[in-house]
C-alpha cells in the first residue's frame, strides 16, 4: 500500500472531490456546529439540531463542472503543501461566493461561517509548512485521514468539555471575559478568520456583520441570542433546572467573540431588573438545616476578605437588588457577596449562579455518557473494598497461528583479507595507504573544516594510547591502567578527535565509555550519566581542547564535579597537548578477544543510564556482519547525519568503515539545522555510495528541497534508515522516495534497519537488485495489535497500522520471538512479542548488574513443551514485532514505549502520531510530544505531554486537546488519563534535541512539569474502582442489641463522674448571685487580668469592681435602654473585660445577653452582615457596645453593607452612669433564660442555642470539678469570647469558681505570635486553653525560634494542661507537632488535649487535671467508610490516626446511637454521640418559632433498650472504647473518639467520607499547598487548594491532586479549583466553612488562579 499520490489516483481524487464540493462545503459548517467548539455543549437534549442554525432555508446552487475541476486542483494543491491555508480559503471563496447565497452569520468572504476554519481538507490532508514543522517521524496521510474520519464519529456522538477557568495573569493571550451565558444560535459561537491572515492578506468584508472585528454572525444571533437568554435567565431565576432547558445549551467558557455578547449582556442587566424581587427572596439564610423564603436579609458569618467579584454580569457591576415595597417598609439593598446564591437553582435545591455552575452542570451532563466498560451493580456488605479486576472478554482475539520456528540468517562468509582486529585494520590502512581519506567533516556552513586520512588517524591514535600508557601519573601509581575505564566526552562536531580517542583507547587497552558534553550541571538525564561513570570506575575523561574550554568551569578555573559525577581528571587529546611516543615505540595489536572493547550507554524506561559492554570479538563479528549484509568494499563512500558515538552512526562510520577503508563524510546536527539538504548535497558532491539518516532528514530534506535544481542521488546504492524499525518512519520514506524518485533516487536503495543497545544491529534491509520489487507491507489492525496478536485489517481502515520490513536476519545470527510475559516461550505465528537474537556480534552485559544481565543478555527461549530452542543464550533486543513467512523481519514498537492499560498493550509512538494527526501545526510542535504512563490505582495510566506554540489562544489549544482525546479514543479505544501543554522550549531535552522522556515523567510526577494547559479524564479512564457500596437494609435496633449481648459486647455508654454540691458557692442557683457573693467576701481579690500584645496587664477587675460597674451597665439599661425583663440584649465588644461588665450588667438588669464578634474594620463588608443577622435573628432589643465600634455600625462603609437604618438602638458603655440600679433582677425560676449562644457551624448554619441558668450553673460546677478551679489558681484563655466554651471559660468560670482568669484577645498574636507563651511562663500558669487557629500560629510563626525563646527564658515546664477548644475531629497532627517542638522549652507532651463540644453540649469532654493521658488509636480508613471501626496497629495501609477527645466532663452521660434507627450500638462501633447532661442547651432560638422541626436535636429517646432516658443529639460521629487505664475513682476509662459531623459528611459511591481525610492526602501531595478543603455538588467531588508560590505551579497540581484522591480514597475528583492563600474562610474556632466555600465558588466569587474539570 503506497502512500505517495500517483497519476491514477490523482484523477480518481480529482473525480471523487468534483462530485463532493456541495456537499463537502455544506458539511464543513454544519458539522462544526456540532464540534466541540469551547466545549459548549452540554448533553444531546441541551442541543439544538444541526439545521436550526438557518441553513436549512439555504439550497445550494448547483456548482458548474469547470468551477468544480478547479476547486479539486486548488484541494489538492493544499494537501500537498504548494499553497498555503490563507491562499487556499481566498480562492475557494472567490470561486464559490457567487453559487451561495450570503445567509445571516455567513462570512461575505468566505461563504462560510465564521468559525473555526476547519474545511475538511485542511484538517483531514497534511499540511506542510517550512516553519516549526521540523521532526516527522510520525506523518502518515493515512493515519491523518483515519484520525479526522475518527473526530468525525466522535462528533455525531456530541462530547462536551468544559474549558478549564484561568485568572487573567495566567493567560497569556487573553480572549475571555468575565461571562456569556449560553448561546442558542448557530452564528454566535463563530470566529473570525483575522488571526488567520497572513501578512497583506485582509480579510474581505471583515466588519460587515457588525461584529466588530472579532465578529460572530451579529445579526441572526442578537435577536435570537437575546430572546432566548431572557427565557434562560428567568427560568434560571424561577428555579427550574437548567438541564432540561433544551433550547440553550450550558455555557462554559466566555467569549468576546460573539456580536451578540453585548446585546446580551444588556439584556442580562433588563432581565435582573424585572426579576430582582425574586432573588431578593431566593436569598438564602442558612438556619441549621431551614432555608426560609421570609425576610432573609441574613448572612452567614464569615472571616475571609471580601473576595472581588468577578461575575461581571452588567459590565462588572455588581448586581443591587431592592427589597420591593411590598415586602414591608424595610428597603435594603444587598450586594451578591462570598456565601450568596441567588441566580438560579439546580435540580436538588441547590442554589447557585454563574458561569460555574453552568460548566459543572455541563461536566455532569458529559459524565451521564456511559462509561467503558460499563461498571455493574453490586451488593457488597464486608467492608474490603476490592478493586474490579476485569476479567477476560472470551470474544477477544486469540492468537491461533501454530508456534513459530527459531529463524537462521545466512552464514557469516569468511573473507580472507579480514583482519585478525579493528586496530589491526587501522594499523594496516595507516601504513599501506596513508593517504587514503577516512573522514571529512563539516563545519556550520557546510564547508570541508578538517580531512582526516588513515595515516594521520594511525598516529594520531597511537599518540594517545602512548599518552593513556605511560604520561599519565607515575609508575607506581598510574592514573588509567589496562582494562580501566575512561569517559569520552566530545561534541557533535568533532568525529576526528573522537575517532583518534576511540582507536588509542583500543591500541592502549583501555574500555572508552562514549558520552555527551554535559552543557551545564543540570542537564536533563545528566546525572544519571554521572551514576554510571561512577559505577564504571570511570576517573579519566578524554575530551578535545575546543570542547575542554567550552565546559562550565568555576571562578579558579577549573572544571566543576558536575551533580551526581564522580570526580575526573580531565585530558585533553590534541596532539599539541600530549606528548610523541619514541620511534621504537609500537603499541601491542592483540587478536580480537573476550575482553571488553567498549561501553554504549542507554537510557532506560525509568531514566536510569546503563552501560552495555561489547566484547572485542563481538564488536569485530559486529563488523563483518555489517559489512556482509551492505556488501561494503574498500574505499566506498558514506555520508553519515547520525550520532557517531552509539548506536548505527558508531557502528557504520567509525568501526566498520576504518575495518573497510571507508571514507566518511560527517554531517553535524547544526549543520543540518542551519542546511537540511546539506547531507543530500554530500551526497551529490561526493557520488557517495552510501547514506546513513534518520527518518527526520528525510522530512528536513523534503521541506527544504524545493530550491535545488540539481541533484543526483543516482550514485546512492543504500540509504540505512537507523530509525527503520519505528513503525511511522514509513511516510518519511515513501514521501522521500516519492519526491527524489525524479532526481535519480532507486526505490530499491531504501534500507530500513532496526538496532537496538543490547543486540547492536538486529536486522537491515539488504540493497535489492535493480527493478526488483520491495516486499509486501504489513496492514494491521491496531485492535488487534492492542491485544497481541496480527489481524491483517479487512474492516475498518480507521486503526490500522502500517509495517514495512527492516529486512532478514543479520548473518552469523539465530532470532525467535518469545512472549512478553513470564517465561520466555516462542511466540505463535501470528502474535505479537520481543525480538531475541542469538549471535556472537551482541553486547554481553550491563555493566555491574548482574542480575539484570541475566535478564537480557542469558534467555532461553522455549517451545510449548519447555524444550529449549539452542544451546546459546539469546539477547532481548526490546523491540516488539514477528518474523513473516518469508523470514522478513516487522517491528510493531519498543517495549520502552509499550504502556498496558486494562490488559492491553498500546505503544507511545502510535499514540504521539494519533495526537499529531489531530491538525497537528496550529498548537504544537510536532517534534515536542511526550507520552508515557503512570500508575495510579493499580493500573498504568496515559499521559500525554506536548510543547505548545507560543501564538495559539487559549480556546484553540483546548479544542486541540478535546480532539485528541476524541482521536485517541476511536483509534486506540483508550481513554488519556492527561493531556498537558507547556510553554514552547520548556521540556528536558536530549543532548541531540528529543525530549528526555523519563525526565519529563519525573517533572510530571513532581508537579514541577509547570504545564500551560491541562485536561484530566479520569472519569473515562478509570474503570476499576471498588464497587459501589449499596445500603442493606437495616438490621433492626433490637437484633443489634441482641447481636451485642449474644457476642459479649457491653453498649456503648459512659459517663463522667458525678457532681457533689460542696462549695459555698453551690448554694447559689445563679451567677449574679455569686458575683454579688464574691464581691463582698473576697472585694479585693482580682477576677481577671487583660494583656495587650506587649503582655503588660493593659487592665484587670476585681471582685468588687466588677460588681459595681456591672450595676451601672444595669442602670444605664434600664434608664436609657427603656427594657422589659427578659428582652434580648446584643453585646457587641472586642475580647475583653468590657465583654464581661456587659454580660453581668444585663444578667442584674433581667435582660438576656447575647455575645457578638465585633465587624472586622478592615473587613466590613464580609464581616458586618454577619452581626445584622444575629442581631435580628435573636430579636435584640438594643446593642451595647463600645464607642469606637457604635460609629463603625454607622459609617458609610457600614450602610453598603447594610441597611444601618434598622439597627435598634445601640447603647456605648465608655461612659456608665455614676448612679447604681435602684434594685438587682433575680429570676422567679432557674429554668428561666440566661444568655443565648450563636454559632456559625462548620457548615455554614447560624444555630442559636438557649442557655438556662441552671445549665449555666451546672456547666460552671462540672468544669470547675474537672480542671480543679479555686481562687488561688491562675488560668491563661487564648480564646475568642464569643460562644460554646470559649465564651464560658472567658467570662462565667472565674466568677463561678473564683480563679484569675488571664485573658489573652487571639488577635494581639497576630501582632506578637509568642504573646500566650510568653504569658503562661511568666506567670507561671498550670492550665491554659487556646483554640487551633492559635496552637497553628504558634506552630508556624514560632518554629524556628525555639532556642531564641529558651534562651531568654521562655519556661513551659510547670503547664499540667493545655487544652484545646474545638468542636471537631482532634488535629492530631497539630497537637503533636506542638508537643514536639515546644519540649526543648519545657512543655511535656501529656499536657497537650483537646476538648470537644457541640450546639446541644457545648463542652462535653474536657481534659481536665487527673485522670489518664489521652490516648491515640489507629483505625482503618476504609472501615470508617462503611461506617465501621477496625482498629489496625500504628503505620499499617490505610491507618488513620484518632486522639480521645479529652475526659468525660462530670454530670455527662453519652450513649452511641444509630442515627437512622436510634438503637444503641454496641462498644467500638461507630455511630452519633447522644449526651444527657445538666448543662445541656434547652433548644435553638429562632425567630420563626418552628424550632419543633428540631426538638428530636433535644429530646430523642432510644427506638429499644432505655426507651424513657432523654437524649441531646450532638449531630456527630463517634465510638466509645473502653481502655486499660483507670480513672480516678478506679474504674476503667471510657474513651471517645470523635470522627466527624454528620452533616459535612459526604455520601459517594454509597460510602461515608470525611471531608478532612480527604484534605489531609491532597496536603500531602505538594509542597505549595498550604490548606485545602472539599465538597461535593451533585455528586461530584469539588476540591478547593490554596497555592502559596508562584501561579505558574496551579496546574501542576491538577494531576497531583487527582492521583492522590483516587490511590487513598477510591474516589475521582471532578473539578480542582486552585486559589491564593486566605481564600478558604475559616471561623474563629480555626474550622473550615466549606459551605460558604461553596457557595462563593458557585456564585464565582473566589477570583480563583485555575479551575479544571476533569473529565
Same mark, same amino acid.
Given at each position: 500500500m503506497n502512500l505517495t499520490v500517483s497519476e491514477g489516483h490523482r484523477a480518481a481524487l480529482l473525480q471523487h472531490l468534483s462530485c463532493e464540493v456541495p456537499t463537502l462545503f455544506c458539511g464543513s459548517f454544519r458539522e462544526d456546529l456540532t464540534g466541540t467548539k469551547d466545549g459548549q455543549r452540554g448533553s444531546a437534549n441541551t442541543f439544538k439540531a444541526p439545521d436550526d442554525g438557518g441553513m436549512a432555508d439555504r439550497d445550494p446552487?448547483? &456548482? ?13 494543491? %493544499? +494537501? ?12 475557494? +471563496? ?6 451561495? *447565497? ?22 483531514? !490532508?497534511?499540511? !506542510?509548512?517550512?516553519?516549526? *514543522? ?5 506523518? +502518515? ?35 475571555? $471575559?468575565?461571562?456569556?451565558?449560553? #448561546?442558542?444560535?448557530?452564528?454566535? $459561537? ?9 501578512? @497583506? ?7 460587515? #456583520? ?11 444571533? +442578537?435577536?435570537?441570542? @437575546? ?6 435567565i428567568s427560568r434560571a431565576i424561577h428555579g427550574t433546572s437548567s438541564t432540561t432547558n433544551t433550547t440553550s445549551s450550558t455555557s462554559s467558557s466566555s467569549s468576546t467573540r460573539s456580536g451578540s455578547s453585548g446585546v446580551a449582556r444588556a439584556r442580562l442587566a433588563e432581565v435582573l431588573a424585572q426579576h430582582v424581587h425574586i432573588s431578593a427572596h431566593q436569598h438564602h439564610l442558612r438556619l441549621h438545616h431551614q432555608h426560609h423564603q421570609h425576610h432573609q436579609r441574613h448572612k452567614a458569618e464569615n472571616h475571609s476578605a471580601p473576595q472581588p467579584d468577578v461575575t461581571g454580569y452588567t459590565n462588572n457591576d455588581r448586581i443591587q437588588t431592592e427589597k420591593t ?7 435594603? !439593598? ?16 441547590v442554589p447557585v449562579s454563574s458561569r460555574v455552575s453552568a460548566k459543572i452542570q455541563q461536566l455532569v451532563n458529559t459524565l451521564k455518557r456511559p462509561k467503558r466498560p460499563p461498571l455493574r451493580e453490586f451488593f457488597v456488605d464486608d467492608f474490603e473494598e476490592l478493586l474490579e479486576v476485569q476479567q477476560p472478554d472470551p470474544n477477544l482475539p486469540k492468537a491461533e497461528g501454530s508456534q513459530m520456528v527459531a529463524v537462521q540468517g545466512e552464514e557469516l562468509g569468511v573473507v580472507t583479507n579480514w583482519p585478525p582486529c579493528l586496530e589491526a585494520a587501522l594499523q594496516r590502512w595507516g601504513t599501506i595507504s596513508p593517504k587514503a581519506p577516512c573522514l571529512t567533516t563539516m563545519d556550520t556552513n557546510g564547508k570541508p573544516l578538517c580531512q582526516l586520512t588513515y595515516g594521520k588517524l594511525w598516529t594520531r591514535s597511537v599518540r594517545v594510547a602512548y599518552n593513556l600508557m605511560h604520561k599519565l601519573g607515575t609508575k607506581q601509581e598510574a592514573v588509567v591502567r589496562p582494562g580501566d575505564r575512561v569517559a569520552l566526552v566530545f561534541p557533535n562536531n568533532d568525529p576526528a578527535s573522537f575517532m583518534a580517542a576511540f582507536y588509542g583507547c583500543l591500541l592502549a587497552n583501555v574500555v572508552p565509555v562514549p558520552i555527551e558534553v554535559p552543557l551545564t550541571r543540570k542537564d536533563a538525564g545528566s546525572q544519571q550519566i554521572g551514576f554510571l561513570l561512577g559505577s564504571c570506575g570511570v576517573s579519566a575523561a578524554l575530551t578535545s581542547d575546543a570542547c575542554h574550554k567550552g565546559l562550565p568551569k568555576s571562578p579558579t578555573g577549573e572544571i566543576p564535579q558536575f551533580k551526581g559525577w564522580p570526580k575526573l581528571l580531565w585530558i585533553v587529546t590534541d596532539s599539541k597537548h600530549l606528548s610523541k611516543p619514541p620511534r621504537d615505540w609500537f603499541p601491542d595489536v592483540k587478536d580480537a578477544n573476550q575482553e571488553t572493547a567498549y561501553i554504549e550507554y542507554k537510557t532506560c524506561k525509568d531514566g536510569g543510564v546503563l552501560g552495555v559492554t561489547v566484547t572485542r570479538v563481538a564488536m569485530l563479528s559486529h563488523c563483518q556482519a555489517i559489512t556482509q549484509a551492505c556488501t561494503y568494499t574498500e574505499a566506498e563512500t558514506i555520508v553519515n547525519v547520525l550520532d557517531f558515538k552509539k548506536d548505527v552512526g558508531l557502528w557504520h562510520a567509525v568501526l566498520t568503515s576504518v575495518m573497510n577503508m571507508m571514507h566518511v563524510i560527517s554531517v553535524p546536527y547544526a549543520l543540518m ?37 540539481? &541533484? ?64 509486501? =507491507?504489513?496492514? %494491521?489492525?491496531?485492535?488487534? %495489535?492492542?491485544?497481541?496478536?496480527? !489481524? ?10 502500517t509495517l514495512q520490513d527492516v529486512g532478514h536476519v543479520m548473518p552469523g545470527a539465530e532470532m525467535c520471538v518469545v512472549k512478553l510475559d513470564g517465561v520466555p516461550q516462542l511466540c505463535q505465528t501470528d502474535e505479537i512479542g520481543e525480538l531475541c537474537v542469538c549471535t556472537a556480534a551482541t553486547g554481553t552485559s550491563y555493566y555491574g548488574l548482574t542480575g539484570m544481565t541475566k535478564n537480557s543478555f542469558e534467555v532461553v527461549p522455549v517451545t510449548n513443551s519447555g524444550i529449549p530452542v539452542s544451546e546459546f543464550p539469546f539477547t532481548r533486543t526490546g523491540l516488539l514485532g514477528f518474523i513473516s513467512a518469508s523470514g522478513l523481519i516487522y517491528v510493531a ?25 489531530? $491538525? ?13 504512563? &503512570? ?21 484553540d489549544s483546548f479544542q486541540w486537546m478535546s480532539r485528541v482525546l476524541q482521536a485517541i479514543d476511536g483509534i486506540h479505544q483508550v481513554g488519556v488519563y492527561c493531556l498537558a501543554l507547556v510553554p514552547s522550549n520548556t521540556l528536558p531535552k536530549t543532548p541531540l534535541g528529543g525530549i528526555h522522556l523519563s525526565e519529563t515523567k519525573q517533572l510530571f510526577l513532581e508537579g514541577a512539569l509547570h504545564p500551560c494547559n491541562v485536561l484530566m479524564c479520569p472519569h473515562t479512564c478509570v474503570t476499576n474502582l471498588p464497587k459501589p457500596r449499596q445500603k442493606q437494609p437495616e438490621i433492626g435496633p433490637a437484633s443489634v442489641m441482641v447481636g451485642n449481648l449474644v457476642s459479649g459486647k457491653r453498649i456503648a455508654q459512659a459517663s463522667g463522674r458525678d457532681l457533689t454540691q460542696v462549695e459555698d458557692n453551690d448554694q447559689f442557683l445563679f451567677l449574679s448571685e455569686v458575683l454579688q457573693w464574691r464581691a463582698q467576701s473576697t472585694p479585693e481579690h482580682i477576677l481577671y487580668t487583660l494583656l495587650n500584645s506587649r503582655g503588660a496587664t493593659a487592665s484587670s477587675v476585681t471582685c468588687l469592681q466588677l460588681h459595681k460597674r456591672a450595676e451601672k451597665t444595669a442602670a444605664m439599661l434600664a434608664e436609657r435602654g427603656h427594657l422589659q425583663d427578659g428582652d434580648h440584649i446584643a453585646l457587641v465588644y472586642p475580647p475583653g473585660i468590657d465583654l464581661i461588665v456587659a454580660f453581668y450588667g444585663c444578667l442584674y438588669a433581667g435582660c438576656v445577653p447575647v455575645t457578638v464578634r465585633p465587624p472586622h474594620p478592615q473587613n466590613i463588608s464580609t464581616t458586618l452582615p454577619t452581626v445584622k443577622m444575629i442581631v435580628e435573628v435573636s430579636r435584640s432589643a438594643c446593642v451595647m457596645t463600645t464607642q469606637v465600634i457604635s460609629k463603625l455600625l454607622r459609617s458609610k462603609e457600614a450602610s453598603a453593607a447594610v441597611d444601618v437604618r434598622t439597627w435598634p438602638p445601640i447603647l456605648d458603655t465608655d461612659e456608665l452612669p455614676k448612679k447604681k440600679a435602684p434594685v438587682l433582677f433575680k429570676p422567679s425560676n432557674p429554668d428561666m433564660l440566661a444568655y443565648l449562644d450563636f454559632s456559625v457551624s462548620t457548615t455554614g448554619m447560624l444555630a442559636g442555642v438557649k442557655m438556662s441558668h441552671t445549665a449555666t450553673s451546672a456547666f460552671c460546677r462540672s468544669i470547675k470539678l474537672q480542671c480543679e478551679l479555686y481562687p488561688s489558681r491562675e488560668v491563661a484563655i487564648c480564646l475568642d469570647p464569643y460562644c460554646g466554651l470559649g465564651f464560658v471559660l472567658w467570662c462565667l468560670c472565674s466568677v463561678y469558681s473564683g480563679h484569675q482568669s488571664i485573658l489573652i484577645p487571639p488577635s494581639e498574636l497576630e501582632v506578637n505570635p509568642s504573646l500566650w507563651l510568653w504569658a503562661v511562663s511568666h506567670h507561671k500558669v498550670r492550665d491554659t486553653f487556646c483554640s487551633y487557629s492559635v496552637m497553628e500560629l504558634c506552630t508556624k510563626g514560632l518554629g524556628v525560634q525555639t532556642d531564641a525563646l529558651k534562651a531568654r527564658g521562655l519556661d513551659l515546664s510547670r503547664v499540667r494542661t493545655c487544652v484545646v477548644v474545638a468542636e471537631e475531629r482532634p488535629r492530631t497532627s497539630l497537637t503533636q507537632s506542638f508537643s514536639k517542638l515546644f519540649k526543648d522549652l519545657g512543655l511535656h507532651h501529656r499536657a497537650v488535649s483537646t476538648s470537644f463540644g457541640c450546639r446541644v453540649n457545648l463542652a462535653v469532654c474536657l481534659q481536665g487535671t487527673s485522670g489518664p493521658d489521652p490516648t491515640t488509636v489507629f483505625v482503618d480508613m476504609r472501615a470508617l467508610r462503611h461506617d465501621r471501626v477496625r482498629l489496625v496497629e500504628r503505620g499499617s495501609p490505610h491507618s488513620l490516626p484518632l486522639m480521645e477527645s479529652g475526659k468525660i466532663l462530670p454530670g455527662v452521660r453519652i450513649i452511641i446511637a444509630n442515627p437512622e434507627t436510634k438503637g444503641p450500638m454496641g462498644e467500638s462501633h461507630l455511630g452519633e454521640i447522644w449526651v444527657q447532661s445538666g448543662h445541656n442547651a434547652s433548644g435553638y432560638f429562632s425567630v420563626y418559632g418552628d424550632e419543633a422541626l428540631h426538638s428530636d436535636h433535644f429530646n430523642s429517646r432510644l427506638s429499644f433498650g432505655d426507651t424513657?432516658?432523654?437524649?441531646? =443529639? ?10 486499660? %487505664? ?28 470525611h471531608p478532612i481525610d480527604i484534605e489531609t492526602s491532597v496536603i500531602r501531595t505538594h509542597k505549595s499547598i498550604t490548606e485545602c478543603a472539599v465538597f461535593t455538588w451533585t455528586n461530584l467531588l469539588v476540591v478547593v487548594v490554596e497555592l502559596d508560590g508562584s501561579e505558574h505551579e496551579a496546574l501542576d497540581l491538577v494531576p497531583l491532586v487527582t492521583n492522590a484522591v483516587l490511590e487513598e480514597h477510591y474516589l475521582i475528583v471532578g473539578v480542582v479549583v486552585v486559589v491564593d492563600v486566605g481564600v478558604i474562610p475559616i471561623n474563629s474556632r480555626g474550622e473550615k466553612q466549606r459551605m460558604h466555600l461553596r457557595d462563593g465558588f458557585l456564585a464565582d466569587q473566589l477570583d480563583p488562579i485555575y479551575v479544571a474539570y476533569n473529565m
Open positions: 446552487v448547483p &456548482i458548474p463542472v469547470e468551477v468544480r475541476a478547479k476547486l479539486a486542483e486548488l484541494e489538492l494543491e %493544499l +494537501s500537498e503543501g504548494d499553497i498555503t491555508q490563507k491562499g487556499y480559503e481566498k480562492k475557494r +471563496s472567490k470561486l464559490i461566493g457567487a453559487y451561495f *447565497s450570503q445567509g445571516p452569520g455567513v462570512d461575505p468572504s468566505t461563504g462560510q461561517e465564521r468559525r473555526m476554519p476547519t474545511t475538511p481538507s485542511s484538517s483531514s !490532508r497534511y499540511r !506542510r509548512r517550512l516553519s516549526g *514543522s521540523r521532526d516527522e517521524r510520525y506523518r +502518515s496521510d493515512v493515519h491523518t485521514e483515519a484520525v479526522q474520519a475518527a473526530l468525525a464519529k466522535h462528533r455525531e456522538r456530541k462530547m462536551a468539555v468544559p474549558m478549564p477557568s484561568k485568572r487573567r495573569s495566567l493567560v497569556v493571550q487573553n480572549s475571555m $471575559e468575565a461571562y456569556t451565558p449560553p #448561546d442558542t444560535s448557530s452564528g454566535s $459561537e463563530g470566529e473570525g478568520h483575522g488571526d488567520e491572515e497572513e501578512e @497583506g492578506e485582509g480579510v474581505d468584508g471583515e466588519e460587515e #456583520d457588525g461584529g466588530g472585528g472579532g465578529g460572530g454572525g451579529g445579526t441572526s444571533s +442578537s435577536l435570537e441570542g @437575546g430572546i432566548s437568554m431572557e427565557h434562560w415595597p411590598s415586602d414591608g417598609p424595610l428597603v435594603q !439593598r444587598q450586594t451578591p457577596k462570598y456565601g450568596n446564591a441567588e441566580l438560579m437553582e439546580t435540580g436538588d435545591g539545522k542551519v542546511n537540511p539538504l546539506s547531507w543530500i548535497q554530500k551526497v551529490c558532491q561526493f557520488k557517495a555510495k552510501v547514506a546513513c539518516v534518520k527518518s527526520r532528514d528525510m522530512h528536513w530534506a523534503l521541506v527544504a528541497h524545493r530550491d535545488q535544481r540539481d &541533484i543526483n542521488l543516482s550514485s546512492l546504492r543504500m540509504l540505512v534508515v537507523a530509525d527503520g524499525a519505528n513503525p511511522w518512519s514509513i511516510s518519511s520514506c515513501d514521501a522521500f522516495l516519492n519526491v527524489f524518485q525524479t532526481k535519480g533516487l532507486k526505490s530499491e536503495v531504501i534500507c530500513p534497519c532496526a538496532s537496538s543497545p543490547e543486540a547492536l544491529t538486529v536486522a537491515i534491509r539488504r540493497p535489492l537488485g535493480e527493478g526488483s520489487t520491495p516486499p509486501a =507491507r504489513g496492514i %494491521l489492525s491496531m485492535q488487534g %495489535l492492542s491485544h497481541g496478536v496480527i !489481524r491483517v485489517d479487512s474492516e475498518e481502515k480507521l486503526s490500522v497500522l514498537g519498543k517495549m520502552e514505549g509499550l504502556m498496558v492499560v486494562g490488559r492491553r498493550h498500546h505503544n507511545a509512538d502510535d499514540i504521539v502520531a494519533t495526537a499529531l494527526a489531530v $491538525e497537528p501545526m496550529k498548537f504544537v510542535y510536532r517534534g515536542r510530544i511526550a507520552v508515557f504512563s &503512570i500508575e495510579v490505582l493499580h493500573d498504568e495510566r496515559i499521559v500525554v505531554v506536548a510543547e505548545q506554540r507560543p501564538d495559539s489562544t487559549e480556546e424513657q432516658t432523654v437524649w441531646a =443529639r450532638t449531630g456527630y460521629l463517634g465510638f466509645l472504647r473502653r481502655t486499660e %487505664l483507670t480513672d480516678a475513682s478506679g474504674e476503667r476509662h471510657d474513651a471517645l473518639y470523635v470522627v466527624g459531623a454528620l452533616e459535612e459528611a459526604m455520601e459517594l459511591r454509597g460510602m461515608r467520607y
